[in-house]
């Protein structure tokens, strides 16, 4: 048996005259100007299959494949801002709950935390407090505490917030030193309840090396202690 096809040049006209004979058959193959145009996408630039992948699936094969450990062995160069794109935007794709109930949830979280040492700070100091006022400070402080979880988080991803917010824990941090250090027991009471509220959740916020620095420089301070002789 022979067999003709459309993509030899020779047989063209014997293909066209079998296509005049038999015009209610189905073209069983299309010519390659239109397997060419398939491949293009809307917009006419060509679309490859690795164009369908999302950018999470093609950092999680990046990491499995091992490409970036072979082309620092071989001395390439390896586009990490591209790579920390990747893996953030990979990171958005896999945080599926909205900004703004995350935001609700540390809230919650942080509220509990900022009564629990308003609690411990009363009781350290022998000063009564009823539940019913801890609660009452708890939901004072919920619409600040809510402001600034929905901020950092939803920009946590940018350089220029995890540097904000490694001056802002440092700088809470280091505050809450001194108070304990010394200030009086009203001021100990009215603000290390919020200091340490706010350290705690900017320390959990950040990447391991800008957790490790803020750790260093409130150490540093406490041992420190560069206001002890002005005081």
Not at 90 to 117: C, H, K, Q
Not at 140 to 158: D, L, Q
Not at 162 to 168: D, K, Q
């Amino acid at each position: 048996m022979v067999q003709i096809t459309e993509f030899d040049d020779e047989n063209v006209p014997l293909i066209e005259s079998m296509k005049e004979l038999t015009p209610g058959l189905p073209r069983q193959r299309r010519d390659r100007t239109q397997l060419a145009q398939a491949r293009l996408g809307p917009d006419g630039k060509p679309k490859y299959l690795i164009d369908d992948i999302p950018d999470h699936e093609k950092m999680r094969l990046i990491r499995e494949s091992g490409v970036l450990k072979q082309m620092k062995q071989d001395g390439k160069e390896v586009d990490y801002d591209e790579l920390d794109r990747l893996e953030a935007e990979a990171e958005r794709a896999e945080d599926e709950i909205p900004t703004w109930m995350n935001a609700l949830i540390y809230t919650l979280a942080l509220s509990s935390v900022y009564g629990l040492f308003e609690a411990l700070v009363s009781q350290q100091y022998s000063i009564e407090i009823t539940a019913t006022e801890i609660l009452k400070r708890m939901l004072n402080m919920s619409p600040a505490i809510y402001f600034m979880v929905y901020v950092t988080y939803k920009f946590r991803f940018s350089r220029a917030m995890s540097l904000v917010m490694l001056v802002f824990a440092c700088a809470s941090g280091c505050y809450f030193v001194h108070l304990s250090l010394h200030a009086p027991r009203l001021g100990i009471m009215k603000r290390a309840p919020g200091l340490v509220t706010i350290w705690i959740y900017l320390t959990f916020m950040q990447d391991v090396r800008p957790a490790i620095i803020n750790a260093f420089v409130v150490c540093a301070f406490w041992l420190a202690d560069p206001f002890k002789f002005r005081l």
